[in-house]
């Protein structure tokens, strides 16, 4: 069983930057396509960034771009989502997930680990 844990979360001011951390636990990290997703409050669950297994390919969704960055480092079995000048619509809990689609996909539906979320509050 892929086990994924998330980290970094935290209360943070608008404008602000938070880095959260998807560590993996009991399998090798690079033999999968990571996800970031997020579910604010009362909405559906959204697809924030991902990135393919050696790190060549990235996805962000269109509110995050140029303010957020995907990275990961195999080495640690560790992937990173940088998030700079949040925003107030930006709160939520952020999971991380693991997709093992041999192509790159973006698609919810592609990715069957899901770690446990961390929350990101913004205060206004």
């Known amino acids: 069983q892929v086990q994924l844990v998330e980290s970094g979360g935290g209360l943070v001011q608008p404008g602000g930057s938070l880095r959260l951390s998807c560590a993996a636990s009991?399998?090798?990290?690079?033999?999968?396509?990571i996800g970031w997703f997020r579910q604010a409050p009362g909405k559906e669950r959204e697809g924030v960034s991902c990135i393919s297994r050696r790190g060549g390919t990235t996805y962000y969704t269109d509110s995050v771009k140029g303010r957020f960055t995907i990275s990961r480092d195999n080495a640690k079995n560790t992937v990173y989502l940088q998030m700079n000048s949040l925003k107030p619509e930006a709160p939520g809990v952020y999971y991380c997930a693991a997709g093992a689609r041999l192509f790159f996909s973006a698609s919810e539906a592609d990715f069957g680990s899901w770690g446990q979320g961390t929350q990101v509050p913004v205060s206004s």
């Open positions: 009991r399998f090798t990290l690079d033999n999968y396509n």
